[in-house]
């Protein structure tokens, strides 16, 4: 059987189910701008209404700014960072609900914004693959180990980041928060990958940025969670991880 090295340890591996965002590309660059566009269409709406945030601007998705008011980081464990579009969209109506604004106009001016904030996205195209990321896909498909993104994201937008970065033909199946009844933390995303990669769960890995792609793994019952986390200083939250990363460089197969 095909070894998963992690710091001198050798895993069982007949499958790796990836996290996308902020694990195969780097988060901030494809979100950062989505995020900082939401918030700014928000802001002037709710001054427009007269209202104010019912928390402080940073704690409404989790994202951390700077003097001039641009996003340069976020909470490893809050909505940007986990939680799908519609549960964002969920939360910042949640702020124009509060302002007295009906639930239903509040929905779709959230989804209004979103559609203007995706479509700065999709001109920038602004995925890359995490360092050394492409070496390890290459030496996954050498020794045949099948590959999955699962991803709270749709699969349709997941197919289009992968497209961009030049990395989805490595991936057998690919698994959005549409295509299951429960997403992340629950299990139903990797007993779904792993059907597609037709593998059992306790033969598979899963590598993902947060505790909740760990949670995942554990209630899908995989062989190994692995956490990624280039950020030296962080990898608290990564209390459901067997071990951690900070480079693609620190695993290999044999």
Known sequence: MTML?????QIPCKGILF???GTLLEFLQLWGPWAESLLSQLQVRMNELGASFTVELEHVL???HNAEGHIVGYDLQGPLAIATV???TGLLAGQLYAAGMPWNEAITTIR?????AMKSVRERKSAEPMPGLLAFLQSCRAADIPLAVVTSDSTAAAETHLDWMGIRSFFTSI???DRV????PDGEAALLACRELHIDPAEAVVIGD???DMQMGRHAEVSYTLGYCPQLDQGSHLVDAHAIIRHYNEISVT
Do not use: L
């Open 210 to 212: 947060s505790n909740g």
């Open 19 to 21: 996290d996308k965002d």
């Open 86 to 88: 519609d549960e964002c």
């Open 175 to 177: 698994v959005g928060c």
């Open 112 to 116: 209004q914004f979103s559609s203007v």
């Open 5 to 9: 090295q992690v710091n001198g340890v």
């Open 62 to 64: 989790g994202t951390i």
């Open 181 to 184: 009844t429960q997403g992340k």
